[in-house]
């Protein structure tokens, strides 16, 4: 008690005036920000920090619902937290997202204490948005990281990558690009847009881009523009590098229309490259499985890839009481093809019959190449056993037109051992022994009945 009847002395008046106006500048300067809430939810007042925080003047932030202010998604644990606070409970370190004046989003951090003989609730705000970014940015790094290893379809990965993206740093479209040669094009491995479709890069403005490929210096972060409508949309171009250069590109448009910052860019750099590797690891195994299963000349599948189909087709035949047959087919002479012309020529040889009989197959069928000049072909479900033998003479008059060489065109003969299941057999090495048998049997018969000149001749 001080003594004073009724106010105190002008000398103490101004004195406590003083110190509430030194208590309003100490708080306009701290870095947080002080908010009085009432009941209801009404700020009724806010220190001048605001205004750098949120990008609101104090004024326009007083007498209104401090909720509205609350990114949208955040609002119901914002509510939450709120009633813990208004039942008396000190709550230090919630977080949850403000919108900004400007439409971004503001990470904060709260404390707030209910005083009741005021009623009103003090809550201190610390925008931590430099810290969420950094974590979000981490976070997102790992997952597209972890997405790249795990993933065996660039497509899926790429889907995958642009969520992520698209959410960190707004990127509703996104285009990847391979293969930027002039002889093998472009090839679009990835093209979606979350906003309006026409808003795409348009092929000839991608085209634009796979004629500068050449130059290095052309895929240093670049933009290419193509107006949609009345709208100017730019997108940022970055290289995707892979142990022998460039080998596509990652295309890039954000929401705003404004471009990246230097940290956006940095975090898309990294992804380009993981891209790059996905995309190289995806090739390196699509490469191995093919050189594994697939003829190198021809690019039939091999003898181990027929098996494991002539096995699979068989069980399924035996489940579903279906007919299937199996062609063995052996190019007449084909060594003295290699003995007169080469084995170049040879080769050219072996890949245009490969060709041809695959034009004879149906798309359900199997054409493989065993070795040398022996091919086989898988036909499943035939309704007769006619069916085996028009695919035999359909094959036999494809391959009996002259085959262009180097050299001269050559005119050849095969011969063609049918073996069917389950007339023949209803075991896989019994069926092949029959088809095998049949061809040797055909071609016994060509040659007692062929002339002197044999059946591989050349044309000039």
Same mark, same amino acid.
């Given at each position: 008690?001080?003594?004073?009847?009724?106010?105190?002395?002008?000398?103490?008046?101004?004195?406590?005036? #003083?110190?509430?106006?030194? #208590?309003?500048? &100490? /708080?306009?300067?701290?870095?947080?920000?002080?908010?009085?809430?009432?009941?209801?939810?009404?700020?009724?007042?806010?220190?001048?920090?605001?205004?750098?925080?949120?990008?609101?003047?104090?004024?326009?932030?007083?007498?209104?619902?401090?909720?509205?202010?609350?990114?949208?998604?955040?609002?119901?644990?914002?509510?939450?937290?709120?009633?813990?606070?208004?039942?008396?409970?000190?709550?230090?370190?919630?977080?949850?997202?403000?919108? !900004?004046?400007?439409?971004?989003? =503001?990470?904060?951090?709260?404390?707030?204490?209910? =005083?009741?003989?005021?009623?009103?609730?003090?809550?201190?705000?610390?925008?931590?948005?430099?810290?969420?970014?950094?974590?979000?940015?981490?976070? /997102?790094?790992?997952?597209? #990281?972890?997405?790249?290893?795990?993933?065996?379809?660039?497509?899926?990965?790429?889907?995958?990558?642009?969520?992520? +993206?698209?959410?960190?740093?707004?990127?509703?479209?996104?285009? *990847?690009?391979?293969?930027?040669?002039?002889?093998?094009?472009?090839?679009?491995?990835?093209?979606?847009?979350?906003?309006?479709?026409?808003?795409?890069?348009?092929?000839?403005?991608?085209?634009?881009?796979?004629?500068?490929?050449?130059?290095?210096?052309?895929? %240093?972060?670049?933009?290419?523009? !193509?107006?949609?409508?009345?709208?100017?949309?730019?997108?940022?171009?970055?290289?995707?590098?892979?142990?022998?250069?460039?080998?596509?590109?990652?295309?890039?448009?954000?929401?705003?229309?404004?471009?990246?910052?230097?940290?956006?860019?940095?975090?898309? !750099?990294?992804?380009?490259?993981?891209?790059?590797?996905?995309?190289?690891?995806?090739?390196?195994?699509?490469?191995?499985?093919?050189?594994?299963?697939?003829?190198? +000349?021809?690019?039939?599948?091999?003898?181990?890839?027929?098996?494991?189909? &002539?096995?699979?087709? *068989?069980?399924?035949?035996?489940?579903?009481? #279906?007919?299937?047959?199996?062609?063995?087919?052996?190019?007449?002479?084909?060594?003295?093809?290699?003995?007169?012309?080469?084995?170049?020529?040879?080769?050219?040889?072996?890949?245009?019959? /490969?060709?041809?009989?695959?034009?004879?197959?149906?798309?359900?069928?199997? *054409? %493989?190449?065993?070795?040398?000049?022996?091919?086989?072909? +898988?036909?499943?479900?035939?309704?007769?056993?006619?069916?085996?033998?028009?695919?035999?003479?359909?094959?036999?008059?494809?391959?009996?037109?002259?085959?262009?060489?180097?050299?001269?065109?050559?005119?050849?003969?095969?011969?063609?051992?049918?073996?069917?299941?389950?007339?023949?057999?209803?075991?896989?090495?019994?069926?092949?022994? !029959?088809?095998?048998?049949?061809?040797?049997?055909?071609?016994? %018969?060509?040659?007692?009945?062929?002339?002197?000149?044999?059946?591989?001749?050349?044309?000039?």
């Amino acid at each position: 008690m001080l003594g004073f009847s009724h106010r105190p002395p002008p000398h103490l008046a101004a004195m406590v005036h #003083s110190i509430r106006s030194l #208590s309003a500048n &100490i /708080a306009d300067l701290l870095l947080d920000v002080l908010f009085l809430v009432d009941r209801r939810g009404i700020i009724v007042d806010v220190s001048a920090g605001c205004e750098r925080m949120l990008g609101y003047r104090a004024t326009e932030l007083i007498g209104q619902y401090m909720l509205d202010f609350v990114v949208p998604e955040d609002r119901d644990m914002t509510l939450a937290e709120g009633a813990r606070v208004l039942a008396g409970q000190d709550r230090i370190g919630f977080e949850n997202r403000y919108l !900004h004046k400007d439409g971004r989003s =503001i990470d904060l951090m709260w404390s707030a204490r209910w =005083i009741a003989d005021q009623g009103l609730r003090l809550s201190v705000a610390r925008d931590i948005s430099l810290r969420k970014r950094a974590e979000r940015r981490q976070a /997102a790094t790992y997952a597209i #990281s972890e997405a790249a290893f795990q993933s065996g379809d660039l497509a899926g990965l790429c889907q995958v990558i642009h969520g992520i +993206l698209d959410r960190l740093v707004g990127a509703p479209g996104m285009v *990847v690009v391979t293969d930027p040669t002039p002889q093998q094009g472009f090839k679009v491995v990835y093209q979606r847009d979350h906003g309006e479709k026409s808003r795409l890069p348009s092929r000839a403005c991608l085209a634009r881009w796979r004629g500068s490929a050449s130059n290095p210096d052309a895929l %240093a972060p670049d933009a290419v523009r !193509h107006v949609a409508g009345s709208r100017l949309n730019t997108w940022l171009m970055l290289e995707l590098g892979g142990p022998a250069g460039t080998i596509g590109a990652l295309l890039l448009r954000d929401r705003a229309g404004t471009g990246y910052s230097p940290a956006d860019r940095g975090l898309l !750099h990294f992804v380009a490259a993981q891209v790059g590797l996905a995309l190289e690891r995806k090739r390196l195994h699509e490469d191995l499985m093919r050189s594994a299963c697939h003829d190198e +000349l021809t690019g039939l599948p091999n003898r181990r890839l027929f098996f494991d189909r &002539i096995r699979t087709a *068989v069980a399924r035949a035996r489940r579903s009481q #279906s007919r299937l047959g199996l062609l063995y087919v052996d190019v007449d002479d084909f060594k003295q093809v290699n003995d007169r012309h080469g084995h170049a020529t040879g080769d050219t040889l072996l890949r245009e019959v /490969a060709a041809r009989l695959v034009e004879c197959a149906r798309q359900t069928d199997t *054409v %493989a190449r065993l070795g040398g000049d022996e091919f086989v072909l +898988l036909l499943e479900d035939l309704q007769s056993p006619e069916d085996a033998d028009r695919c035999a003479d359909k094959i036999r008059a494809a391959l009996a037109q002259p085959v262009p060489t180097q050299c001269a065109p050559l005119v050849i003969s095969v011969s063609v051992g049918i073996a069917l299941f389950p007339e023949h057999a209803d075991q896989v090495e019994t069926l092949l022994m !029959h088809a095998d048998a049949r061809m040797y049997a055909k071609k016994r %018969a060509q040659k007692c009945g062929a002339n002197g000149a044999g059946p591989v001749s050349g044309r000039t």
